[in-house]
Each structure stands twice: as C-alpha cells, then as structure tokens.
C-alpha cells in the first residue's frame, strides 16, 4: 500500500492551495480517509476525514469553512483544498487511511473513528509554507 501526497508549496496569506493524495495497493472508496498536519514542536491533528460509510466530512474547527476534502473513485485519489490559508496553516500535510473495520469500530463505540491512532497507513508528507 502507497499514499503519495503532492500539491504543498509556497502561499502567501489568503492564497489557496489544493493538495492531493494518490493511492496504490488500497481503493479509497472503501477506507475512511484522514488529512492531518503537523507543524514543529506540535503534535500531529487531524484536519478533514470522510468515510463513505458516514456520507458527510468532518474537519477540525481550525480549517472548517476554509478547506474542503474530496475524493475522486476514478483516479482513486482524495484531495484538500486549501482556501484563505493562514500563517498558522504552516505545517507538513499528511493523508491517511483507516481500515473499514477501524471506522465500524468507532462508529459502533459512537466515538470520532479519524485519530492518528486510528489510521493504518500514511503518506509522506507535502510541505505547506504560508508566509509573506
């Protein structure tokens, strides 16, 4: 299983950037799918997750409003798009899965399935610099 993460880059404030996430070995379509961040000296967060098992995103109170995660089954990729970035949005940008049992686990607990524990896979990193 792969994850490859691209897009980062050099934004200033305001700017939008759209990251995104190719996967080989796994059809996302199955898999709840994370983005995280992590900027230096803070722990990872995870920032938009969707499962098509729930229908519906959730993302961090930090970016909602601002960013937006897709997936497209054809390409077999996930994306975040990264609207009116902020200073604060510096950080390496991760995607991630979770295993379809990991997501009904969660669900049947009635707790959030998309925490850096519950993710099986990752990607490497893309970096995300917003700056003037």
């Known amino acids: 299983v792969q994850l490859q993460a691209s897009g980062g880059g050099s934004v200033q404030p305001g700017g939008s950037l759209r990251l995104s996430c190719a996967a080989s070995?796994?059809?996302?379509?199955?898999?709840?799918i994370g983005w995280f961040r992590q900027a230096p000296g803070k722990e990872r967060e995870e920032i938009a997750c969707f499962s098509s098992s729930e229908g519906f995103p959730y993302y961090g109170n930090s970016v909602k409003g601002r960013f937006t995660i897709s997936r497209v089954n054809a390409e077999n990729t996930v994306s975040l798009q990264m609207n009116s970035l902020k200073p604060e949005d510096t950080a390496v940008y991760y995607c991630?899965?979770?295993?379809?049992?990991?997501?009904?686990?969660?669900?049947?607990?009635?707790?959030?399935?998309?925490?850096?524990?519950?993710?099986?896979?990752w990607g490497k990193g893309t970096q995300v610099t917003v700056s003037s």
């Open positions: 070995g796994i059809y996302l379509v199955n898999y709840g």
């Open positions: 991630a899965t979770a295993s379809p049992s990991r997501v009904r686990f969660r669900q049947q607990e009635g707790s959030k399935w998309c925490a850096v524990d519950d993710m099986d896979y």
